[in-house]
């Protein structure tokens, strides 16, 4: 009776979503009222395993003890304080950022896009700055194609598709798009106009492709030669996600700015902008700022999953549960033939296919698996980092039987441009392979 009258609620809050929100999603007819570990419960008590983790956030998965007491004990503390203070925690976690990141200093936000638009504005203020007797200074910004780096104006000027930015034109001016992994293209667009080069180090709603060695070598080099900022932005595949506290740390070159946000919290909104001393230089009180960014509660939660990623060794995790993904979806490419390409390290794989990926997630989620879809047809898993081999297998079992029961979705045809993206992400994955991992020198977990 008490369950049926929760579903009937339950229904009644869809129908005001329906009626009250702005249309800018669209929903599976489930309801997730609570989850624990890698485990989601609708409001009727059926149990699904979480392969997407809220999208890169849920890295601790739900309700993990030790970040449910620090909630509860910060809330009963101070929520907000104003960045008129000093609290508690913005020192300790600032500074366990930077000792994760091999930069020197944090500026905290609220969200990616945030994190990115001070990335951007730190760029600019150091290319002011630098400008001598009043000429004007470096303006254009570099990104890449297929990119995706928030909603906001000046992450929307650098966020490839057009979709997402033609509708809200004018954008932040002076940014370009360089073909992915495509130094001869960064060579051509480089010029000394530009401020700051920008990419994902891991292209995650782009489709899982890494930036190559040689390409982020070059970057490095083209910015370090022209005091620009390479922006590494590790919203989606940092803080742990690839085995590495950063995936750019399978190079040899630091980036100078990095934007982190996601899982930083566990899943409270926390984002921030990581510099190195040069660009962060270019900040000064009043310069840039915000008002919930870094309050006491969620520096306080993103401390503790910080020390909980260390202390548990869930990077090793990540690479441990990652191969075996990995390896699991290996052998099914062999056995369906609609799977183009396994891409992606750690816990931030793709499955690439020549077919329209949608039906899989919905058949997917009516057997109790949570997966997710991007660019139409690439399956996408984000899983936590306390995924156990057990949930692997759970997950290879249940991708498997929805593989093989779904009548086959439409073809796809790739657009050229992901196909050249593709072959371009196939040659770095490849170069990455032959190389020496530095992965375990710079991993801060104990091994
Ligand atoms: N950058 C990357 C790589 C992302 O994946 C995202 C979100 O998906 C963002 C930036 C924007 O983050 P947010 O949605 O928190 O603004």
Known sequence: MKRKASAKNMAAAVRDEARYLMNTYRRPPVVFVHGKGCHLYDERGREYLDFLGGIAVNALGYSHPRIVKTIRR?????????NLFHNPYQGPLARKLAEWSGLDRVFFTNSGTEAIEGALKIARAYAKARAKNGRASPTRVLALTNSFHGRTFGSLAITYPAKYREPFAP???????VNFNDVADLEAKFDPGVCAIVLET???????YPVSE?????????????????????????LGRTGRAFAYQ???KLPDIVTVAKPLAAGLPLGAVIANEEFAGALSPGLHGTTFGGGPLVCATALEALRIIEEEKLMKNARERGAEI???????????????EVRGEGLIIGLDLIVEGGPFVDAALK???VINCTHEHILRFLPPFTVRSAHVKKFLATLNTVFAKTPRPKSIEAADSLKTHSSAAK??????????PLQTELSLEPA
């Open 250 to 252: 399978k190079f040899a």
């Open 171 to 177: 954008l932040m001016p002076g940014a370009d798009f």
């Open 202 to 208: 891991i292209q995650g709603e782009g489709g899982i």
């Open 326 to 340: 990995r390896a699991g979806l290996e052998k099914m490419a062999a056995d369906f033939d609609f799977i183009r």
């Open 74 to 82: 910060e809330a009963g503390r101070a929520i907000h304080l104003s």
């Open 214 to 238: 040689a390409f982020w070598n070059r970057a490095r080099e083209l910015a370090s030669a022209n005091h620009a900022a390479l922006i590494a932005d590790e919203i989606q595949c940092g």
């Open 367 to 369: 057997h109790g698996l």
């Open 427 to 436: 040659a770095a994955t490849a170069s990455a392979a032959a190389a020496t």
